[in-house]
């Protein structure tokens, strides 16, 4: 399992993993079409948002993948920083469930990550 730090490059195989997710954890129907604001509005925080999304690859297949949003608040004692990130976007794809995907794939890069960035607090 080889892990890829995606780019403006990826957007359409983020694009299309997100909408394949966003159908399965809400049982939509493949013929369902996606709200055009909820479609645009997730391309384009991909491109511009401030946030970090790796693939978990196996060859040229795309496993799974897994995000990190960013966001700061007023910094606290126990966070002095104030730098916060939101796990999201975490799925694997069927066919490649119950071998470690998440855990060898994500979890190692995304706290990489979060200690280059120095995010303290990070949820789900």
């Given amino acids: 399992m ?3 730090k995606t780019s403006a490059d990826d957007i359409e195989a983020l694009m299309q993993i997100r909408l394949e997710m966003l159908r399965i954890v809400n049982g939509m ?11 645009e509005c997730s391309r384009e925080y991909f ?7 790796v693939f978990a690859m196996e060859g040229d297949k ?3 993948c897994a995000s990190l949003s960013y966001i700061s608040v007023m910094p606290t004692f126990d966070h002095p920083t104030g ?12 066919e490649f469930r119950r071998r470690g995907v998440a855990e060898q794939g994500h979890n190692a890069p995304l706290a990489r ?12």
């Avoid at 129907?29 to 479609?39: Q, R």
């Avoid at 491109?47 to 999304?53: A, R, V």
């Avoid at 990550?113 to 607090?121: F, G």
Wanted: glycine share 4%; charged share 30%.
């Fill in 2 to 4: 080889e892990i890829k």
């Fill in 29 to 39: 129907d493949e013929s369902a079409a996606f709200d055009k604001t909820l479609v």
């Fill in 47 to 53: 491109l511009k948002g401030d946030q970090t999304t």
């Fill in 62 to 64: 795309i496993a799974g």
């Fill in 83 to 94: 730098k916060r990130a939101h796990l999201m976007n975490v799925y694997t794809r069927t």
């Fill in 113 to 124: 990550q979060l200690r280059e960035r120095s995010v303290l607090h990070a949820f789900c």
